[in-house]
């Protein structure tokens, strides 16, 4: 039996062992260890809203500028726009919680300078 035989085994004796919640018998804090999202998985999570967030900024910008032409309009937006791009970028690049906290502070800060400045 090779090693990749004997480590599928041992995966699946353990799985074996495990309550039907998914939580080893006998351990009571590991079904919360095991419900985090991997690293891979916050990047792509930080990516897709990062895109989504985007996507709105866009179609927000295209109709503030139909109702209304402004330059402060589009500086917001666009800056919107430009920080969700970096934010994608830093999600790629592992940092990621850098990234949440900027997609975070910075749509807010748009929303409330779109309501807070333009009229």
């Known amino acids: 039996m090779s090693t ?29 260890e095991e ?9 792509r999570l930080r990516v897709v809203l990062s895109s989504v967030g985007m996507a ?7 109709l ?11 500086g917001v937006y666009g800056l919107a726009l430009i920080l969700c791009g970096v934010v994608i970028e830093l999600s790629r690049n592992g ?7 900027l997609l975070g502070v910075g749509l807010v800060a748009a929303v409330g300078a779109d309501w807070l400045l333009i009229p």
């Open 95 to 101: 940092r990621t919680r850098l990234g949440s906290w």
């Open 64 to 74: 503030r500028i139909a109702s209304r032409s402004s330059v402060l309009v589009v």
């Open 56 to 62: 709105a900024m866009a179609v927000v910008l295209a």
């Open 4 to 32: 990749s035989d004997q480590d599928q085994d041992q995966r699946q004796e353990q799985e074996q062992d495990q309550e039907p919640d998914g939580s080893p018998a006998g351990i009571p804090g590991a079904a919360a």
């Open 35 to 43: 419900r985090r999202l991997t690293p891979r998985q916050a990047r």
